[in-house]
C-alpha cells in the first residue's frame, strides 16, 4: 500500500520572488549534478522543525486520481511520478515552459497545474490547491535555472509570499500546521512512448539534476 501526504507545502509562488545573490563575489558551492530529460521531483523539508509527522523530507511527487484526467498532487514515500521539462530553449530560459509527465493510454500530457493567487481550495478555502491534470500544466512552473544555487521547483500548493510593506521584503507565509518543501529534481529515465501516443517528447528538455538528493548533505553546499 502506498503512503499518500497531502502536500501540506509551499515554496515561494513566483520565480521572481527568488532572491537574487547580490553585491559581493560569491564562489558557488553546488552540490554535483548531472543532466536528464526525465526527473522524479522529491520533497526537501527545509525548515527541519516544522516537518510533518511522518517526515515527509525525501518523499517524491506524485498524482492521486480525482477524476477523468484530474489528479490532486501529493507527496508519496514510494517512487513518484516521472516528469520533464517541456518547452523550447527560449522558454525554457525565460521561464516560460511547464513540467510535464505523461499518462494514459495511449500516453498523453499532464501538466502541473498551480491556482492563482485568487483561485482557492474547494477542501481548504485559505489555501491554492496544485494538481496534475491532462494539458499543459501551469506556464512558468518550471525549474529554477542557474545562478540559482539549486535546481529547485517551488511548488505552490496552498500559499503565496506576501508582500511585507514594512520590510519590503517578500515573506513565507506557511499556515499552521503546514511544512514548507522545494521540490529537488531526481535524474530518472523519460521512457520512450509508444506508437500511437498523444504526448511527444520533441520539446523535452534536458534537465539539471541529482543522482541521488537524500544523499546530497546540505551543510556542506551553500552559495
Ligand atoms: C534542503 O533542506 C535543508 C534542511 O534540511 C536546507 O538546509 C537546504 O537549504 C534545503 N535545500 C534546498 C535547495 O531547499
Ligand atoms: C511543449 O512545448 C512545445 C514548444 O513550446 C509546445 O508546442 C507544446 O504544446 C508543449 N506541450 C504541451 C503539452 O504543452
Ligand atoms: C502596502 O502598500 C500598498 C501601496 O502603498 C497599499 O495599497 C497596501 O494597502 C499596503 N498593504 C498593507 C498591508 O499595508
Redesign the pocket.
Known amino acids: 500500500m502506498s503512503l499518500f501526504a497531502t502536500l501540506l507545502a509551499v515554496g515561494a509562488a513566483s520565480l521572481a520572488s527568488a532572491t537574487p545573490l547580490q553585491g559581493r563575489q560569491v564562489i558557488p558551492n553546488y552540490p554535483p549534478n548531472e543532466l536528464s530529460t526525465g526527473f522524479r521531483l522529491v520533497a526537501?523539508?527545509?525548515?527541519?522543525a516544522t516537518d510533518l509527522t511522518p517526515s515527509v523530507?525525501g518523499w517524491e511527487l506524485q498524482g492521486i486520481h480525482t477524476g477523468a484526467g484530474l489528479n490532486d498532487a501529493v507527496l508519496t514515500s514510494e517512487t513518484g511520478r516521472i516528469f520533464y521539462h517541456n518547452g523550447t530553449a527560449s522558454e525554457i530560459h525565460y521561464a516560460l515552459g511547464s513540467i510535464l509527465s505523461d499518462g494514459g493510454s495511449p500516453p498523453f500530457p499532464y501538466g502541473i497545474y498551480v491556482q492563482t493567487a485568487d483561485e482557492f481550495d474547494a477542501t481548504y478555502p485559505a489555501e491554492h490547491d496544485v494538481t496534475i491534470n491532462v494539458g499543459s500544466g501551469t506556464i512558468g512552473v518550471s525549474l529554477l535555472a542557474f545562478p540559482d544555487?539549486?535546481f529547485?521547483f517551488t511548488v505552490v500548493r496552498f500559499a503565496y509570499d506576501t508582500f511585507n510593506n514594512a520590510t519590503a521584503q517578500f515573506e513565507r507565509n506557511v499556515p499552521a500546521g503546514c511544512t514548507a518543501i522545494?521540490l529537488?529534481p531526481e535524474c530518472d529515465v523519460l521512457p520512450d512512448l509508444p506508437e500511437g501516443s498523444l504526448s511527444s517528447h520533441q520539446f523535452a528538455s534536458p534537465s539539471k539534476c541529482y543522482e541521488d538528493v537524500s544523499a546530497i548533505n546540505?551543510?556542506e553546499y551553500g552559495p
Open positions: 526537501n523539508v527545509t525548515d527541519p523530507d544555487p539549486y529547485y522545494t529537488i546540505w551543510p
